[in-house]
């Protein structure tokens, strides 16, 4: 077998709406999640020779993997009893950042255990994918769409005109059951009415293919829990708007914060004007499934 390949893009979340615990301990939510040009790389090739169990390999990430998780779901759902796999990943995301880089992971290793089992049932992918988290199945196709639910109801949103993401990551790293643990000390959810409310007035809102959502819906209500847990990200933020942004906000749980732009020349020299950062400022721009993209050197995604 040859080694197979896909890109796991990144996830941003252009708002998000926190609403009141479910049953199941997770939180309802209304959010955009956009897919940007900034890329993990998977490879998937038999493992050693006389190996006895799948491996995963992420160098300079230490601990348990969500890709391990996703490989022993994949065959406990479908009953797969292909050999023993080596999955590598490449890692370009920031991790324990807010912008899903391990539930990207996880996705891209459920579309190559696809590939190579031939398996492609829709419902054993999600089935596998809702249980490794609520940012998964989102990723098991990565494109715009309004997750509610936990995260796992999807409505697919038209591609958006072209804007420009500042990225500018945190040397801390924030726990997303943190994050929310903070939320709810600090009673930041929303009603049901409100969350479906918020939900009505995004699809509205972005059902033409507008980049973002007007001010007044184009909030994090994890923001302040974040901020509250790390309050450096303050400073962030300011810092972001002083750089010409339209939009600041914590990206997801955090501790990203992210500055959205009409285009991505002015992401570019928000990214300059912030270079003495440690980590430094980087600039993306949305991606998109409409062409199949390559891996190149830097992680981000090409035709």
């Not at 979340?13 to 997770?26: A, F, Q, W």
């Not at 990943?89 to 579309?111: E, Q």
């Not at 419902?123 to 940012?135: K, N, Q």
């Amino acid at each position: 077998m040859s080694a197979l390949r896909e890109l796991a893009p990144a996830k941003i979340n252009l708002g998000l709406t926190l609403g009141p615990l479910r049953d199941d301990g997770r939180h309802r939510l209304v959010t955009v999640m956009q897919p940007v040009a900034l890329c993990d790389s998977l490879e998937l090739v038999p493992a050693e020779l006389g190996a006895s169990e799948d491996q995963t390999l992420c160098p300079g990430v230490e601990g348990e993997n969500l890709v391990d998780k996703a490989v022993a779901g994949f065959r406990a759902v479908s009953g797969w009893r292909g050999a023993p796999l080596r999955i590598e990943i490449s890692k370009k995301i920031p991790v324990a950042a807010g912008m899903a880089g391990g539930s990207a992971d996880a996705g891209a290793a459920l579309r190559l255990l696809s590939r190579v089992s031939g398996i492609a049932d829709e419902d054993v992918l999600m089935t596998v994918a809702r249980d490794l988290g609520a940012d998964v199945p989102g990723q098991l196709q990565p494109r715009r769409y309004l997750a509610s639910g936990a995260g796992e109801e999807l409505r697919a949103l038209p591609e958006a005109a072209p804007f420009g993401v500042l990225v500018v990551p945190s040397e801390r790293q924030l726990s997303t059951a943190d994050v929310f643990a903070e939320a709810d000390r600090l009673g930041l959810a929303r009603s049901v009415a409100e969350l479906e409310s918020r939900q009505a007035e995004l699809v509205g809102a972005l059902a033409a293919g507008a980049a973002f959502a007007p001010t007044e819906l184009l909030v994090n209500d994890l923001e302040p829990a974040a901020v509250s847990l790390a309050p450096e990200l303050a400073w962030t933020l300011d810092e972001v708007r002083s750089a010409g942004a339209d939009h600041a906000l914590v990206c997801g749980s955090g501790p990203t914060v992210i500055g959205l732009f009409g285009d991505l020349d002015r992401a570019r020299g928000a990214a300059l004007a912030l270079s003495g950062r440690t980590p430094a400022p980087f600039a993306v721009e949305p991606w998109y499934p409409t062409v199949m993209p390559s891996a190149n050197s830097d992680g981000a995604a090409s035709a």
